[in-house]
């Protein structure tokens, strides 16, 4: 199959040997004149899409064809990783997780969605939205039932979804915050993927974002990186509870889960071995741990410049991250490039440290 990103060789070899007047060797020579082969790429430009606001060429094509669902993506990081997939070629179905206090705001997050939808529209993407908070099982349903109705099937689910309601200290923490944590942060990520599992083609691909919170829990960010902690769990476990399965507990009804006194994480599966045997292979599962980002939802730290500037001085490249950064992450982690990657963590935090 072509792929776009190889015009760019083409360009090189062609201008290095005419420039140089040197001739080709025998692999170039083959190279620049197999049969079939295009010269010029395939490009998406964007003018959004670049870190510093630049336009930035989209070169390669990888999602054609796939159906891809982002959770919480009608903003900041999640929508940089919508638009992307889109970019590629994917179909995306886009979700607002912002909490139905009452009726009355419902037509409100809707207009939110459609107005995402739009503005990936407008970049030539095929996009379709539905209002989901993640913890609510009809709204998760009713997403998965609309990415089934408009497409048919899932290639690529995107688990973007968290909260951080309060910034005490865990053992100043009530214990309805706690469950809230619990409940968006990880149990919804579970639930996300039963509902989707019937639907998850062969060749897949399921990526959970975590935080590099979940490595170095931040001052007003404990609980809620210990919740980012249990993502990494959670990725391992969904790759290893059977084998050769690759997602156990996906189709499971009765899990059980629990943190234990160092806050790691176990799933006792009860039910829904066979299918998830079945479908296993044939779906990867990985984690991106996003380092800090001046997105809405960490604002509290990236708008003070005294913190501001402790955490560009603990990366290794003297910067906070984009959603761009983390979208490009997403993408490589939904293609073929990643075929052979599965029961990972890619942190993309700039070099800041990241181990347990």
Request: hydrophobic share 45%; net charge positive.
């Amino acid at each position: 199959m072509h792929c776009p990103c190889l015009a760019s060789i083409d360009t090189s070899l062609s201008s290095l040997y005419k420039l140089k007047q040197i001739s080709a060797p025998v692999w170039a020579t083959a190279y620049l004149a197999a049969p079939g082969r295009r010269r010029e790429p395939e490009r998406i430009t964007t003018s959004k899409l670049g870190r510093h606001g630049e336009e930035m060429e989209v070169k390669c094509r990888r999602l054609e064809g796939k159906v891809a669902v982002v959770t919480a993506s009608t903003q900041g990081i999640g929508l940089a990783i919508a638009e992307r997939l889109g970019l590629e070629g994917a179909a995306v179905v886009i979700s607002s997780r912002k909490q139905v206090v009452s009726v009355v705001r419902v037509p409100v997050l809707q207009k939110n969605v459609d107005e995402a939808v739009e503005g990936l529209k407008a970049k030539g993407i095929t996009a379709v939205g539905a209002v989901c908070h993640v913890s609510d099982a009809q709204q998760r349903k009713n997403l998965i039932d609309t990415v089934v109705k408009n497409f048919g099937h899932i290639d690529i689910l995107v688990s973007n979804a968290a909260a951080n309601p309060s910034v005490d200290g865990i053992l100043e923490m009530k214990e309805s915050v706690l469950d809230k944590l619990w409940d968006i942060n990880v149990k919804a990520s579970i639930l996300l993927l039963q509902d989707a599992a019937p639907h998850l083609r062969k060749g897949s691909s399921v990526i959970i974002v975590s935080s590099i919170a979940g490595y170095n829990p931040e001052k007003g960010l404990a609980m809620y990186g210990v919740t980012k902690t249990a993502l990494f769990g959670l990725t391992k476990v969904i790759v290893n509870l059977s084998t050769p399965s690759l997602i156990t507990i996906l189709c499971c009804k009765g899990n059980e889960v629990q943190f234990d006194s160092k806050a790691s994480f176990t799933v006792k599966h009860t039910a829904g071995q066979a299918l998830a045997g079945e479908m296993g292979p044939d779906t990867r599962v990985n984690c991106i741990a996003p380092g800090f980002v001046p997105t809405r939802f960490a604002s509290f730290l990236t708008t003070n410049e005294t913190i501001r500037k402790e955490l560009v001085d603990r990366t290794t490249l003297k910067r906070l991250g984009s959603v761009e950064d983390m979208a490009a992450a997403a993408a490589f982690l939904a293609s073929d490039d990643a075929s052979f990657i599965t029961a990972e963590t890619i942190v993309v935090a700039g070099g800041t440290q990241s181990r347990l």
